[in-house]
């Protein structure tokens, strides 16, 4: 074995990203590393490059002991890493970005004409035909993506990870990397390949390792898999009684009031157009791969991007969603999945952070009297098991249930008619996990409609009335009471791409 | 041709048709004595701004340099009045003061991530007051060095007179060409100012290269300080107030991206000749008021912001296609 990695643990507050994971590379193949957001995909990537230490196991490299401090570190001792779009300087030229660090140098100059020969010799072999003294920002991703991969080979040369890097590319350009790809791997180098498209995946890795809640699920031979069960590991199948409680008593045939509809709503590059039609007090499930079109057509509901074609209507006629004002103004909530990038506010108390949306709706110009917010913080906190020092707490001190209860709280405290949880149990423990699943039941029952986007099938099973399944950016199926099992979801995600055609042919 | 290079194309065309207008009106401003008063009269511009080159290529920016030059005049002039040392060994001591103060700005930014802004704006009041400390009046030089530094020139065809601060300017200019474009620093720097975290990735040791590029600027600073007291044979601590705001000005119109990771040092060059034309062209037609300069400047410098932004959404849409 190439890379050999026993038993990595990571441990951040409140979560552990990494629980002994095992992972082996052998020189000369490529090996997939697969799964959902929070996984741990890329707490295990930044162990290996550097980024992060590691607080327990082995990562041995051609039979050393390593534990690399720095991406540069890595590099030297042969681990290269190719990351999506970040890694090269566009205002520079191509063979300045290939030699950086190592430009050749006369009398203490860099000797332009001998880096214009060095940056060459690197792309020798990679079948670009492009004038390494133009800058970089004049050729496409693709062209920048395989000049980055020439780069980290020359530097690095035993192990290439690379991290989503079809990710803004089309077919042709990612059939171009592949090519340059399998190359490499000819010649003997161990390729990591992070993604979550899965023909690419079949296409081209050998193995395959699924990482799941930051464990290892399995490793298995690409050939040895299909896509059903692939996807069965990345998002779990077992029904764990523990975490969700009860399953749904699904009321077949149960009709809700129609509340909202969505007719032919899309954006173009981000979700086909759809219909969807939201019941009072039901609870609607989004499930699909990362990457599918959830999270995309949460943001167009929530006029986080406009809408290019349908409407939205309610009772009274047309709503008008084309800002997260307006989405608000119309009665609707967002939370998140990035809940410490998008959804609290680190350095505001708990407080603070329940009353910020009520806030923005009253404007400015009409602030909420201490008291009323005092007494909204301490009703919730109750309310919901915030489990703070007091509503002056800073909510970045909170563990991460907790943080997302106050951001529940926020919306709850506007009582909108329709709320968008993305990914509300991501990243907090199990125990927090039942509680929110079962505020999300207590609030439908009081009349409230929400759409829940996860991850996790047995979440989805647990609490949603009705769920639909995305697939490559188009909603493809529909399932209702008895339909949601994690059978049927599994193999409406996993349908190939003609059945999609045919269905909307 | 490199689109990298518009800018540059421009600044140099707009300058060939400004001394064009300038010429048809006003023969004489071809002659060799307008070129060397031109180089002359701006030479402790010309300097200061190539360290503001460096500085902002990196996406940075130096506040100080106005005050660093005050500084630098009034701390010659008194050390020239009150103590018996020679200019050489008072010049080598505020070039260590000035490079040490840039250096010390540097190390802030980069140990406590705060911005440039600040940090230099800080530098700013306090190079300025320093400069009070030392004198609040207006301190003449009298030295026989500075009679020799004030009459060193050489006599250009058609009686023009490259003096000795021109020419030390033209040399910092190709200095500051050599190290911004050709050294590891230099990449360095461009790489900063293309994004700090991909160059962190690229392994550009971003703390070391942070302080050399305020050191620098203030090495930059304190040689126009020199210059500056050559030229006015004093020191007068509320002198050069807001040249630091003309250098910027000069950097951009030399085409240099205001946000960093582009740009040229000749090209700041050719931006404080344009400014220091329009100067010369106000002086000529004798009729016209001083603040036109300004006004110009400012239309100059509205026109390359509008360039560069055209420039940057010409490029971001052919890779788009």
Known sequence: ?505 | MNPRLYPLAATIAIFLLAWVICVMQFPYMLSTRVVGNLLTDNAYLGIVAVGMTVVILSGGIDLSVGSVIAFSGVFIAVMLRDTGLHPILVFALLLVIATGFGAAMGWLIHALAMPPFIVTLAGMFLARGAAYMLTIDSVPIDHAFYDLLDDAYYLMPGKGRLTLIGLVMLLTVSVGMIVAHRTRFGASVFALGGGEATARLMGVKVGRTTVMIYAFSGLMAGLSGIVFSVYTSSGYPLATVGTELTAIAAVVIGGTLLTGGAGFVFGTLIGVLTMGLIQTYIVFDGSLSSWWTKIIIGLLLLAFILLQKGLLRVTMARVGA
């Not at chain 1, 940056?119 to 079948?127: I, T």
């Not at chain 1, 923005?360 to 109750?382: K, T």
């Not at chain 1, 009349?447 to 047995?458: A, P």
């Not at chain 1, 979440?459 to 490559?472: C, M, Q, T």
Request: glycine share 10%; hydrophobic share 45%.
């Open chain 1, 1 to 505: 074995m190439l890379l050999t990695i026993r038993s990595l643990t990571k441990t951040f507050p409140g979560t552990k990203a990494l629980d002994g994971v095992d992972f082996d590379l052998a020189a000369g193949e490529v090996h997939a590393l697969l799964g959902e957001n929070g996984a741990g995909k890329s707490t295990l990537i930044k162990c290996l490059t550097g980024a992060y230490e590691r607080d327990e196991g082995l990562i041995t490299l051609e039979g050393e002991t390593i534990s690399p401090r720095s991406t540069s570190e890595a590099q030297e001792l042969g681990i290269g890493t190719v990351y999506q779009e970040v890694n090269l300087l566009p205002n520079l030229t191509v063979a300045q970005n290939l030699t950086f660090g190592n430009e050749p140098l006369r009398f203490g100059m860099v000797d332009r004409r001998a880096q214009l020969r060095q940056a060459e010799a690197m792309l020798e072999g990679y079948r670009l035909d492009i004038d390494v003294s133009r800058d970089l920002s004049a050729y496409s991703v693709a062209i920048r993506q395989i000049i980055a991969i020439a780069r980290a080979v020359a530097l690095s040369g035993k192990v290439l990870i690379l991290d989503e890097p079809t990710a803004s590319l089309d077919a042709r350009e990612v059939e171009t990397l592949f090519a340059v790809v399998r190359g490499l791997r000819d010649k003997g180098l161990g390729i990591v390949f992070v993604s979550h498209f899965l023909d690419q995946v079949f296409d081209l890795t050998d193995r395959v390792t699924v990482l799941r809640n930051g464990q290892k699920v399995i490793t298995e031979r690409t050939a040895d898999l299909d896509r059903v069960q692939l996807i069965e590991h990345m998002l779990g199948r077992a029904l764990k009684d523990d975490v969700v409680g009860h399953a749904k008593a699904h009321q077949a045939g149960r009709e809700w009031p129609e509340l909202l509809k969505f007719e032919g709503f899309g954006r173009r590059g981000h979700i086909a157009p759809f219909d969807l039609s939201v019941g009072e007090g039901e609870v609607l499930g989004l499930a699909g791969l990362l990457g599918s079109g959830r999270t995309e057509s949460a943001e167009l509901m929530f006029g986080l991007a406009a809408a290019h074609s349908g409407a939205a209507r309610d009772a009274k006629g047309t709503l008008d969603l084309s800002s997260p004002r307006k989405a608000i103004a119309a009665g609707f909530g967002f939370a998140p999945e990035e809940r410490k990038e998008d959804g609290i506010i680190a350095d505001l108390s708990v407080r603070e952070n329940i009353a910020l949306a009520m806030q923005a709706r009253r404007g400015w110009m009409r602030p909420i009297p201490r008291a009323e917010q005092q007494r909204l913080a301490e009703d919730y906190i109750e309310k919901l098991d915030i489990r703070t020092s007091g509503p002056e707490q800073p909510i970045g001190d909170l563990s991460g249930g907790n943080q997302q209860k106050v951001v529940l709280a926020r919306w709850l405290a506007m009582n909108p008619r329709f709320l968008i949880l993305d990914e509300p149990t991501r990243g907090i423990d199990v125990g927090a996990h039942a509680e929110i699943l079962r505020l999300i039941r207590q609030v439908t029952a009081e009349g409230m409609s929400i759409l829940v986007i996860s991850s996790e099938l047995d979440e989805l099973i647990a609490v949603a009335d009705r769920v639909i399944v995305v697939r490559d950016r188009r909603h493809v199926a529909e399932l209702t009471g008895s339909e949601i099992t994690t059978d049927t979801i599994v193999h409406a995600i996993a349908a190939p791409d003609r059945d999609t055609t045919e269905v909307l042919a």
